[in-house]
């Protein structure tokens, strides 16, 4: 079975703080992928990677950045975490022209 | 740049009654289209996919869709839903990029309650 593994479940962080989100999988796929979801919203996706070191905007990519250094793993990464970041987070990750596979999330909350 | 659209952010139906959950989408080529479901503070689950060929798409516990190109939709149905049905569903469309990737983008989901 694929496996895509969000290093949290639940994060409290203090406004301000680095926040560093991990996700890891197990399938060798090229694409990775971060998304949040807000009721209401559905899922919006942050950014997204298709290889090493190369990472695209998504349609919210504003007060995030991303790293990818190996294929397996990809990061988000808050700067400077503020309330309005408090959402679930999901990872996801797929061969280029398949479903994605997605991690268990985390769900972070600014204070 | 390619859209979904799903109509209607709850839909209530009895138990043994039609799941009818409907998912337009824009793409400027031919679309790759999935169905997700959602269960409480779990991640997201495949139902069923579109990629080319058959248009009617069998998936997971008795749901299938329909892909209509001339009506830009893919809606979700199943004959008689269950209380396990009981979840939020998410249509999402994927784009194959010319320089490399793909971008799938989601609805707002569709939250499914079933009633006795």
């Known amino acids: 079975d694929v496996k895509v593994t969000q290093s949290s479940r639940y994060l409290v962080k203090r406004t301000g703080e680095k926040v560093f989100l991990e996700c890891v999988q197990d399938?060798?796929?090229?694409?990775m992928f971060w998304y949040r979801q807000d009721p209401g919203l559905g899922l919006r996706l942050i950014y997204f990677s298709y290889d090493v070191k190369m990472k695209e905007k998504g349609d919210i990519p504003e007060g995030y950045s991303v790293s990818r250094e190996k294929k397996e793993r990809f990061s988000l990464i808050l700067e400077s975490a503020s309330t309005n970041q408090t959402s679930m987070y999901l990872c996801?990750?797929?061969?280029?022209?398949?479903?994605?596979?997605f991690g268990q999330g985390t769900r972070l909350t600014v204070v | 740049a390619q859209s979904v659209t799903q109509l209607g952010s709850h839909v209530s139906v009895s138990e043994g009654a039609l799941v009818l959950l409907r998912c337009n989408y824009s793409s400027s080529v031919p679309p790759y289209l999935f169905w997700y479901v959602q269960y409480p503070n779990q991640g997201l689950q495949l139902l069923l996919k579109?990629?080319?060929?058959?248009?009617l798409v069998k998936g997971i516990n008795g749901f299938e869709a329909e892909f209509k190109k001339s009506e830009t939709s893919f809606h979700l149905t199943k004959p008689s839903a269950h209380m396990s049905d009981a979840a939020e569903y998410f249509c999402a469309v994927l784009l194959i990029l010319t320089g490399g990737g793909n971008k799938l983008t989601f609805g707002t989901g569709t939250q499914l309650k079933v009633e006795l």
């Open positions: 399938m060798d796929h090229e694409n």
């Open positions: 996801a990750s797929s061969f280029w022209d398949t479903e994605a596979f």
């Open positions: 579109y990629t080319t060929g058959a248009t």
